[in-house]
């Protein structure tokens, strides 16, 4: 089995930091990319930050120069440091990791998502 936990949501003030962290583990052949995605209450989910192993990272525009995006390989391990964070970067945060995983009798390339963390920011 394959899964991908996230952790460190939370309620914080306008103007306060973050860190998100997610997981990923069981049988795993091998991890391409990992990415943040949010959704916000009553909107679709939408990509924040992505990053591919070699350490390539793009971000949605209402986020660059505040979010950083990185990553442990060794660990199958992606953060998203949230810093200046604005009422509007409110929704739950899921990570997907696009891997190749396997298990007794299956195998399967793609993404993989976590449950979601929530994340409140506050005025």
């Known amino acids: 089995q394959v899964q991908v936990v996230e952790s460190g949501g939370g309620l914080v003030q306008a103007g306060g930091s973050l860190r998100l962290s997610c997981v990923a583990s069981g049988s795993i052949f091998s991890v391409n990319a990992l990415g943040w995605y949010r959704q916000a209450p009553g909107k679709q989910r939408d990509l924040v930050a992505v990053i591919t192993p070699g350490g390539g990272t793009n971000y949605a525009d209402s986020v660059k120069g505040r979010f950083t995006i990185s990553r442990d390989n060794d660990k199958n391990t992606v953060y ?9 970067d409110t929704g739950v945060y ?3 990791a696009d891997l190749y995983g396997y298990g007794s009798t299956w ?5 993989y998502w976590g449950q979601g963390t929530q994340v409140t920011v506050s005025s």
């Open 94 to 96: 899921y990570c997907a």
């Open 80 to 88: 998203l440091k949230m810093n200046n964070l604005k009422r509007e």
């Open 107 to 111: 195998s399967r390339s793609g993404n």
